[in-house]
């Protein structure tokens, strides 16, 4: 059973940054592309970047675009994702997920994920 555990989330000011960290388990970490996705109160959830199986592919949502960049480290079997420049419209629970297949590409289709963590919430306050 593919399980993914998102950490890194916090109260941040402003400007300030944050690093959210996804751990895997139970998949073959290194074949799948991963994501993260963010729902705003009152909002649908929404793409923010991908990464396809190698790490050689990112991909992000306009809004992000330069201020957030998303990792992996097969070896840890973990996917990052440092955000900088944090503004309050960043705040959002932030999920992880998992390409449904392997040798997946950096997608923005939620459609794509078959599996996703529970969330951690950043909160940017101004």
């Known amino acids: 059973q593919v399980q993914l555990v998102e950490s890194g989330g916090g109260l941040v000011q402003a400007g300030g940054s944050l690093r959210l960290s996804c751990a895997a388990s139970?998949?073959?970490?290194?074949?799948?592309?991963m994501g993260w996705f963010r729902q705003a109160p009152g909002k649908e959830r929404e793409f923010t970047a991908a990464?396809?199986?190698?790490?050689?592919?990112?991909y992000y949502a306009d809004s992000v675009k330069g201020r957030f960049a998303i990792s992996r480290d097969n070896a840890e079997s973990t996917v990052y994702l440092q955000m900088n420049s944090l503004r309050p419209e960043d705040t959002a629970v932030y999920y992880c997920?998992?390409?449904?297949?392997?040798?997946?590409?950096?997608?923005?289709?939620?459609?794509?994920?078959?599996?996703w963590g529970q969330g951690t919430q950043v909160t940017v306050s101004s």
């Open positions: 997920a998992a390409n449904s297949r392997p040798f997946g590409r950096a997608t923005q289709y939620s459609t794509d994920f078959g599996s």
């Open positions: 990464i396809n199986w190698s790490g050689g592919s990112t």
């Open positions: 139970g998949l073959t970490f290194n074949i799948y592309g």
